[in-house]
């Protein structure tokens, strides 16, 4: 008898010890991302396109489950939407905004005013200063007119300033409306939804570097102009070779929450294919970066929204841009949630 309960017991810490240990390795919650994220005040997204949403269950059914937002991968940009000068094409934006709203999911829209994926007939009119205003002026009129009360968030500017220097870009807004396009298209877009919430966005802006300073310059400048400006999006496209300190991105984005904006991460996912060391080694390296660039952000300052650019290694563009094969996301191919998917759980639970 008393053999039997010694082994209970010694039976009993065993299962108590193992089940800790698992649980400090991945978190044993059963709460989704979005259930913890609610617990912390920060909205978590992804990107997305509507096949996905809408042809994919396993997709959709991630998405809904742990998510509260949805980006449109590419729907919105100015080439998809607006193709031909006086033709609209609504269709797939329209499918994901539907999708969204009828399963408790927001909407960011991205992007208005950008120089990437802009169609051939735009830069037709670019030696045409009053052209090119009235071009803006209609696509962002007409764009956030369309999805008022329904896109909670606008990415207005996207990706305005330099890498090498932090100066304005040249784009082709730059240059034939002048520094005057930012005001011009904030203004507009909040007459056309006054309620939704207007964002400047940029990659490469979550260490410091002359980029990030630019883009310091540039919010320090909307704020004495009074552009209409609610926050800033940090993509945080990351490297797993060479992934950004805990303290730097702090201090980084707590100067520009100084400023009276929101800050977003928009974007986020890693690169693998530059790291060195096994698939497994890679996983656990990718999860301590997922860990540690979200836990770091829950301590900045008006922090409210952690949108990753996609969700399952099986449908990312870095594989596509880069020609490699990439796993920068929480899911795998099978849509198992990976080590980083955990490492996000581990942030949220201050971990
Ligand atoms: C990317 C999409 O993921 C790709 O499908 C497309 O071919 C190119 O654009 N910064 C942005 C996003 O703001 O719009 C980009 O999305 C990724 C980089």
Redesign the pocket.
Same mark, same amino acid.
């Given at each position: 008898m008393r053999v039997q309960k010694t082994y209970w017991t010694v039976a009993l810490m065993l299962l108590i010890a193992v089940y800790s240990f698992a649980g400090s390795l991945n978190t044993n919650t059963g709460l989704s991302l979005k259930e913890l994220g609610a617990k912390r005040n920060v909205l978590i997204g992804t #990107?997305a396109t509507a096949w996905q949403l809408i042809q994919d269950g396993a997709f959709s059914d991630i998405a809904v489950r742990e998510f509260d937002i949805v980006t449109p @991968? !590419?729907a919105m940009?100015f080439g998809n939407i607006h193709r031909t000068e006086k033709a609209y094409d609504f269709g797939e934006a329209d499918a994901i905004v539907d999708f969204c709203l009828s399963n408790n999911l927001k909407v960011r829209g /991205?992007?208005l005013v950008?120089h990437? &994926?802009l169609p051939g007939w735009v830069e037709i009119f670019k030696n045409d200063k009053g052209r090119m205003k009235k071009i803006m002026k209609d696509h962002i009129k007409t764009v956030v007119g369309h999805y008022k009360g329904k896109v909670a968030y606008w990415?207005v500017v996207? @990706?305005a300033v330099r890498d090498e220097d932090g100066e304005l870009r040249e784009t082709v807004w730059y240059k034939s409306i002048g520094k005057e396009y930012f005001k011009l298209a904030f203004k507009w877009a909040r007459e056309a939804d006054p309620k939704a919430k207007l964002f400047y !966005?940029d990659?490469a802006s979550e260490i410091f570097s002359k980029k990030s300073d630019g883009i310091y310059a540039l919010m320090q400048y909307f704020k004495k102009e009074h552009i209409p400006i609610d926050g800033i999006g940090f &993509?945080m /496209?990351l490297d797993l070779a060479n992934p950004p300190s805990r303290e730097v991105i702090v201090s980084n984005l707590n100067r520009f929450a100084d400023l009276g904006l929101e800050i977003h991460v928009? @974007?986020m996912d890693v690169k693998t294919m530059d790291f060195k060391g096994t698939k497994k080694q890679m996983e656990k390296a990718l999860a301590q970066v997922y860990q540690d660039v979200f836990a770091a952000c829950l301590s900045v300052k008006n922090f409210k929204n952690f949108t990753l %650019?996609?969700l399952t290694d099986k449908y #990312? %563009?870095l594989s596509?841009?880069y020609g490699s094969v990439n796993y920068p996301l929480i899911f795998d191919n099978q849509y198992k949630p990976k080590e980083s998917y955990y490492g996000m759980k581990r942030a949220l639970e201050g971990m």
């Open positions: #990107t @991968e !590419n940009k /991205h992007t950008w990437t &994926q990415d996207n @990706e !966005n990659y &993509q /496209h928009t @974007e %650019w996609g #990312t %563009w596509l841009t």
